[in-house]
């Protein structure tokens, strides 16, 4: 009698023993996780930039190579813009966080575009023609129109949703990005695209 006792005690310490050590190695691997991204890129801080947080990778990843169009229907892509720091919005003109934050995105570009910096907002709406009406609509000034009706770059970038926003360097890798609308006229995206820049002009 004794001995099934210990023999029952024996096997339910073994069973405690085991969950408790498959629950360790699950919290390990979530912990390890958690700050990974989708490119093997390990999150260093993130950053407040009005109700949305900018996610700063600890160093600048490769980015896949992809294309999209301009406003005269050539296609083009991320090396076109090498050189130059772009933040790079992917939008759509249904997306009702991406017509709140289209504004300030636009306000960006009128203070800090040039050929140091570009706001690139890229439409993934399947009928182009839909950002124009949708600029005017908006009083957008100073944005290009970008196009990707495909939505390949979407998946390329493997944005979970839009409004995504990538901030890329002049090198073309990416330094971080948001995902949802943010106040990107704000000081915190100033001091972003400064650090950006001062790495560039520091390689130059």
Known sequence: MMKQIF???GWIALGLIS???IAAALYRY????????NFGGVLNVAIDIGNQRFMRWHTPRELPAFSFQNEAGKTISLAD??????????????????REEMPSLDRLNAKR???????VALSIDRDPALVKPFYKEFNIQTLHGYF????KVADTLRIPGVPTTLLINHEGREIGRAMGAAAWDS??????IDAA????????
């Open 19 to 21: 969950v408790i050590a």
């Open 148 to 151: 990707d009706p495909t939505t």
């Open 113 to 119: 575009g040039g050929p140091t910096f570009e706001v």
């Open 7 to 9: 023999r029952k005690t």
């Open 81 to 98: 813009f090498r050189g130059r720091v772009v933040l790079l919005n992917i939008w759509a003109t249904w997306c009702p966080p991406c």
């Open 187 to 192: 000081p915190q995206v100033d001091a972003l």
């Open 197 to 204: 820049l001062l790495r560039s002009s520091a390689k130059d």
């Open 30 to 37: 979530q912990d390890n996780n958690a700050s990974n991204n």
